[in-house]
């Protein structure tokens, strides 16, 4: 089984940055590719960015385009996601997900193992 922990979210103006976390642990696997998704209130969850294993490749939802950058350290089994100015329309429940694969996916059902969520609210 893989763990995976969010961390970072929090209540923030609208403009400001803030970076999340999402620490891996458990049996993992070199190669997963790993993600974020999003879930705001009364919306489905949505793809926000994926990375893959090297860090190497990666993907945006156009919504976040520009403004939001995906990292992780395998050495550490880490991952994070850099959020820069801010939106309210950014508010959601972001949630850290992995999957026993290589290759980059932005479908929600791709994906093994998920983390507990992190609230982020931007303030306008």
């Known amino acids: 089984q893989v763990q995976l922990v969010e961390s970072g979210g929090e209540l923030v103006q609208a403009g400001t940055s803030l970076r999340l976390s999402c620490a891996a642990a458990?049996?993992?696997?070199?190669?997963?590719?790993m993600a974020w998704f999003r879930q705001a209130p009364g919306k489905e969850r949505e793809f926000v960015a994926t990375?893959?294993?090297?860090?190497?490749?990666?993907r945006y939802a156009d919504s976040v385009k520009g403004r939001f950058t995906i990292s992780r350290d395998h050495t550490k089994n880490m991952m994070y996601l850099q959020m820069n100015s801010l939106k309210p329309e950014d508010t959601a429940v972001y949630y850290c997900?992995?999957?026993?694969?290589?290759?980059?996916?932005?479908?929600?059902?791709?994906?093994?193992?998920w983390g507990q969520g992190t609230q982020v609210t931007v303030s306008s």
């Open positions: 997900a992995r999957r026993r694969a290589f290759a980059l996916s932005a479908q929600e059902q791709d994906y093994d193992y």
């Open positions: 458990g049996r993992t696997y070199e190669r997963d590719a």
């Open positions: 990375i893959t294993w090297s860090g190497e490749n990666s």
